[in-house]
Each structure stands twice: as C-alpha cells, then as structure tokens.
C-alpha cells in the first residue's frame, strides 16, 4: 500500500466485519497490567501495513464489543448501523461545524434536525446545538441561565454578583458537580433535593429549598429536573417542577440525556410531560436510541441566547463580509471553535427508520423492560430495587441460595454490597454479560440491566441474561468475598 | 438491506472512495436557500437503502473536500489516511474512555500515546488527556490554574476569591474570551498585551502589565502563551515569556494547538524552546499533523492535578470495589463523563510512519511554506504582511495590475480590504482554491496560505495556487466591490 492511499479503509471495513461474528467473544478480559504485556503499543518506530493489520486485530481482539446485545454495563449499546456509516461519512470528510462555507450540506442538516427535535421536545421556536455529551450540555445550561439573569456576567464575571444556587436531586447526574466547580460557582452552591424511594425529586422539598435560599438573599439560579437518571431511570415530575420554577421565575434545565429518547415514542412520550414548560433541555441520542458517540443535543427556548451569550465575533472566522448570507455560519453560538459534525450520523438514523421507525424501537425498548421487570419481580432469588418502571432501567439485587431465608440486617446488606460486584466480575470473566452495578442512597450494591434501541435485545435475551446472573450468582461463596 | 445490518457500510467506502477522485471538483458552491432547494433532508418519512445512498450521494456533491490539496481555508487538511483508518475503527468499536472495564485497549491507548507526547514536548512527568478541541483544552488550562492556587474554589466557587487576571496577546486565540466568560472570569479580566508586527507578544509589555496588576491588588494568574497565532503563525518568545511567569510565579499555559506539531521536527522544534516550562500545553493533532477532527490534547506538568482539580468521584461509574486496578479507570480526570476515542486514530498514523515518518511530513510542510514565502516575496504583484516565516503560515495580498503603482493611502487600503474577499469568492465560485483571508490588527483583509502535513501539497501545487489567486485577481474590477 502507498502510504498516502486510502487502501487501509478496505481492510478496515474486513476487520470490523470480522469482529461482529456471533462467534466472538463479548470481552476477553486481561488485567492492566498483563494486557500492556501483549500489545505492542509503541510508535517511536513505523511499521509496515501488515504488521499495523496486526495491531489492529489485537486492538480489536482485547476490546469490549459493546455492539453486542449482551453489552448491558453502561447506557448506551449497539451503535444503530444507519448512524455507523453516517459516522463513517464524517470522518471522510473531515470538516467542522461552524461555517457554512466548509460545512455547507452539514450546517443544513443540523439545522434541520435540529428543527425536528425542537419541535418534538415541544419548542419549536427554540434554538439548539450539538455538544461534546452530556455534561458539556450541562455547561451550556447553565451558562444560558446565568447569561439570561446577569448579562453582565460575560464581561464582568462573577465577583459582583449575588450568590447563585443550583438545585437538583440527589439521584441527578455528577456532571452538576463538575459544572459548578468549572463555572466559578463552587460545589457549595449547589442544593441537593432529596428525592422518592423510585429516585423521583421531591418537589414540595423543592419548592422549600428555593424559598429558603430566597429569604437567605441568595439568588435560586436555576433547576435541573432529570428525565432518566443514570441509575434508577427515574423521571423527575417535571411539571410539578415546572411549576415551582415559574412560581420563582427560576430557569428550568431538564437533563433528558437518558430519557429524551421516549420523546420519540408517541406511546411513552407522555411520561415527560412538561419537558416543554423547560427553559433548556438535554438530549443524549448516543444513548438510549443507539446514535454512535458522541451525539448529545443542547436545546434552549429563547431563541438568539445562545449566540447573544457566547459570541466572541472572532473576525478570522465569522467575516462579516463574506459573499454569501453569514447568518448561516452558527459556529459563533458554542464555546468551540473547531466543533465536530455530530448532527449527521443522527441524520442518517432518521432519514433510513422515520420517526415510525424510531418509535417501534422505543417501545420494543419499553416493553423488554417491562418484561423484564415482571420476570425479575417474580423469579426466585431476584429482588426490585423499584418496581416502577420509568425509563427502560430494570434495577435488582441477585440473592444467592446461601443468603435466602435470614435476617436482611445490616450485616447481610454489607455481604450483599460484596455479592453484587462478584458476581459482575465472574460475568465478565466469563465473557457472559457486562451489566453495571452500583449502590444508590441506602440501596447497596445493585445491578441496572438497562435497555437501548437494540433489536437483538428481546425476551430471550432477557431470560438468557438473568440465567447468566443466577448461575454467577450461585457459584459465589462466602470465601469469595 | 435487511435495516439491523452492516452492509450499508461497503457502500460508503464505495462512496467515499468515488469521491475521491481526481475529476471531483473541490467545492460546489451554492447558497443556502439555493442548496436547501436541491437537498432531501426531511427526516419524518424512513427512506430505503436505495433512495438513501442517493441522499448521500447529494450531501457527498456539495459538502467541500476538504481533502484536497486545494483546501487551505483553514488550519485542518487532508486526513492522514491511517488516522481515518483509525477513526473509522473507533466509530465502528464505539465505547467511551472512561474506564478500563469498556475501553482496555483504548485506556492503554491513550496512556502510551499521552506518555510519548509528553516526553516530546520536554514534560515527560505530566499528566494529560483528550478534548473535544483546543477551545475546551483552555478551559481545562485556566481551571487547573486557578485551582492549583486556590484549592478551595472547587468547593467555595469565585466569589470569595480576589480579582483574578488573564494575559494574552492581541493575535492569540479567541476562544480566551469564551473561557473567561464560561469559568466566571469575564471577559474584562483578560488583559491583552500588544505584539509586534510579526505577532509575537511584547514580552517587556506583559511583565510591565503583570507589575501593574499586582500594584492594584489584583491576581495574576495565569499567562497563555501562543506557539503558531491563527492568522500569521507567529510563536511568542516562550523563553522570554517563561521567565515573565517564573518572576511572578503566574501560570504559563502555551497554546501550541497550532504550532504544536513542529515539536515532531528535531528541525524546526527549537522555534518553541522553552515550551517546556509551561505549566500547561494545548496540542491539536487535527490541525497541522492531519489527524482526523478532533483531535487535541491538554498537557500538564503537575501530575495528579488533573485529577484532583476535575474529580467528583461518581459512584455509579468509578466503583472503588472493582476487581481490577481502578487507577486505570481515568475518566474522573475529565470534565465530560463519556468522552470520545481520540487516542486511536492518532496512534495509528503515529504506529504506521513513526517519529521519522511524522518528522519528514513536518519538515516538507515547512519547506513548502518557506518556498511559498519566497516566492510571493518577489512576484509582481503579491505583498507579504510578515516576511518572517514562524508556523507555515504566509500571509499576503494581491494587489490586481489596476492598482499597483498609487499611493497606498487609507483610501487604497479600504479598496484592498474589499479585493481580497472578492478574489476569495471568485476562487470559491471557480472551485480552484479554498483559501482563508482576515484583517489583523492595522492590517487589512488579506490572504493566509497555511500549509498542512499533505504529501501533494508540493512547489508545483504552491506555483498553481499563486496562479489561480493572479488570475482571480486580475478579474476584479472596481465595480465589482
């Protein structure tokens, strides 16, 4: 192969074909330390195109194949194959998002799916952009607040300015965290609202908290109302939120990372009833819907904020006088410059499965869940964290034979905090199923089979992943521990 | 196709491989109304795979090819081939880099990668990560900054803190302002300090500035250095900047997104001495060195700050209680929670040309450059704004016969600000050159031809380009402006 050539891309598209046999194995886990032993990674000297074909394999070979349906570890799984080959497309063309004059096919189509979502998160007159994931959409939320409350605030900072506050749930997503720290609130700003056994905010807690902090002198900023938490899936009561909210004249984010892809299902839709009330939303179709990563949507209802906020007029790049209508060039509306064409691959989803086509998918999605969830309510030795289904999570301890039957004391919860990652290590050892575990508030330790725009993910596969968790299960022994 | 498949996939390379053909031209401009007339991008209705490919088709015809040699309209050009390769690897393996459990290989990846970098640019004991572009990487410089001297801000926020002061200089990058903006600065605490001609800062000037800031009881915190401005190319003294910040004992962050790449040239790296003493670094891959987009790295000197400044711990992602060791869980480092793959395609072309191969690109880039400076140095007509070539950047107008020979009073000037874009349109229109033009400072809107590691971008092609801008240019005629 000349180096220069484009001849890998046939080889690549041979191994990545390779790789999604049935045959091969969900993950062939090494430790850190003895998979550094068998890569070689070094790039001090060049190699030639086979000895690079055989790096590729090993990369490959060693890595996670989250396509598979029995990839359950984190929220999202099994790229759909439209957005794989609109990703593909990108990467080929290599151009970024912020001016129509190097973008000109890529800047409409993400305006245009841009156009579609709004309309179906139910603001239409709104304005969005696509962002770098989740927790940068969080950044871009509450800066639009700050902005909106204090326009000073983008020459003037924060030094002047009345104490802020943020309020969230306690089950709500870390990236808050990181959110105040960077922006110059400080984690202390932050109200953490306690929520429902299901993970739901309590939204008379709320309601308190903001006149609290309101008598206090300090400044309610903005909510975040979660649709989908990470965990638990829980969907916040947004219009009880929404109405908190308009009774302070707070700025409502609703973090739909996780949930938003319900929007899609006509059927499902109505549990994030009051999205619409938001002042801005979070949208992460990498997730749930199966758009490969990163493809995160920030929407804002005020139309023109986003630029009004983060416009620095950079007169190398968005030129006034260029020779064609610079009202299309929107790279001025993010904090990046160089951005990323995200919008495509979603694009390409859409325009092959139409909006019919991605609501069967979410309420296939829905209804394994809800299978799931029954199966699991029932079968021995399986116990609900929450027996209310929000997003598609399914969340449960697995109680192995030998801790049936007694006292669920405190002592039998700490062994159970112990069982719960075991068994997810043999899982994975045994190259059966990677699921996610964590302990929420007072839960210890607890799966989250959590389900996404998968068509391979079916009752079978339900039943076949809860025989795989029931046989780990009952191979753990105290002495394991 | 049956809709779950891959074999949408064979016709992309299809497609993209007939795209880049020789015959395809550069850029088939439309304006947007015009454009959003010929375009398909409803996506209410699903599509088959046939009426589909031809939607690709249209978007692939009118988006600009970006690979082209022609293609100088911005610091980014012509994908390294094997960085694709990797890029279309990455997409199709589709994990996030947050912990070692979904991205082995790719954690091992990034550490390797990040350690050979490091050792480059003279920090071998800092620390590092991926960005979504060199935009985020200043805000990661300016909270690590700010956080190293004030601990308590991760906690407290701002408001508490005394007034904090950014330095740059006139020509640097504006993502500054965004960042000063975003982190609760404001932009009113950026003090910009003038540059000479070729638009290296005034050193004596910042330390002059510093001295005052102090004097008024303000903070100095943090000085961005510029290793390869945007428009000339220009790399600060860093030396001399070094030692500014080292009086003061003020942070040094360089942003060598640009200029980073010559650091691959045992040539050309002693234009950025004393690089090594910044406390931070930004490095886009994607811009000189042809990595597919994004690609960017932020360095720091002070391991363990990174993750110390950004983490927030999360439970349900980094598990303590995990069987393998989870300080190669390393997505707490990070502001975003998942976080792309930008590793891979890096060290594939890296592994595939090595550090000579990555030298020789270098070094024909510069020479390029310098034949080009050369040359419009002494062909009628062509005036260079800087006769010092920094970054392969050559900056210079071209002066149409009509107006050659007159008094370059303010009036001409106004006259050349409009020819320039003009030309610029003629050459977009005529698909012969995509090239950038702006103003700076005094100077009025001229072009930039900035080189890229491209293997054809050779003399014959820099002799083409000058043609292509004569021509244009001796087409203009008053009216026309």
Redesign the interface.
Known sequence: ME????S??????E???E??AESVPLVQ?????E??GI?D???????N?KR?EQ??R???Q???K??KATFR??L?CG?D??G??G???T??????QYT??????????EQ??LG?ILKLFGIPDGDGIFT?????AI?YGI?AARYKAFP????????NLP?MIIFTSEDS???I??A??????????IRIIPTNADGQILVSQLDETIQKEKDLGRYPLIVNGTAGT??LGAIDDLEGVADVCKKYGVWLHVDACWGGSLMLSPKYKHKLEGIERANSISW?P?KMAGA???CSVFMVRDKGLLHE??S?????LF?Q?????VS?DTGDKS??????IDA?KL??M????????LSQLADQTMATAQFCMETVAKRPGFKLVSEVLQCPNVCFWYIPTFMRGKDQDEKWWQIMH?IT??I??LL?LNSQL?V?????RQYK?FF?LAFTFH??VDKDQVLSMLASIEKCGESVTLAML
Request: net charge positive; glycine share 6%; with cysteine.
């Open positions: 180096k220069n050539g484009l890998f891309l046939d080889k690549v598209l191994l990545v074909k790789d999604r886990f090494k430790n850190p330390k998979l550094e890569l990674l070094d790039v001090t000297e060049g190699v195109d690079l790096c590729v090993d990369v490959l060693y890595s996670v989250t396509h570890n984190q999202f790229t194959p439209y794989l080959a990703a593909w497309i990467e080929a063309c290599n151009t970024s129509f004059e190097v973008a000109p096919v890529f800047t409409l189509i245009k799916v579609h770098p994931g989740g927790s940068i950044l800066v000073d605030i983008k020459a003037k900072g924060m030094r104490e997503h870390y990236s965290k990181k105040a720290h960077w922006l110059g609130f400080g984690t202390d700003s990470t965990v992460n990498h490969p990563l990163q906020a983060n620095a007029a950079a007169q190398y030129q006088d260029k020779f064609y209508d299309y904090v990046q410059c160089g951005r990323k495509f694009w390409m859409w325009k092959a499965r139409g909006d019919v086509g112990k990652p075991k997810k290590e994975t990677m996610a575990y964590s302990p929420v330790n989250r068509p391979k």
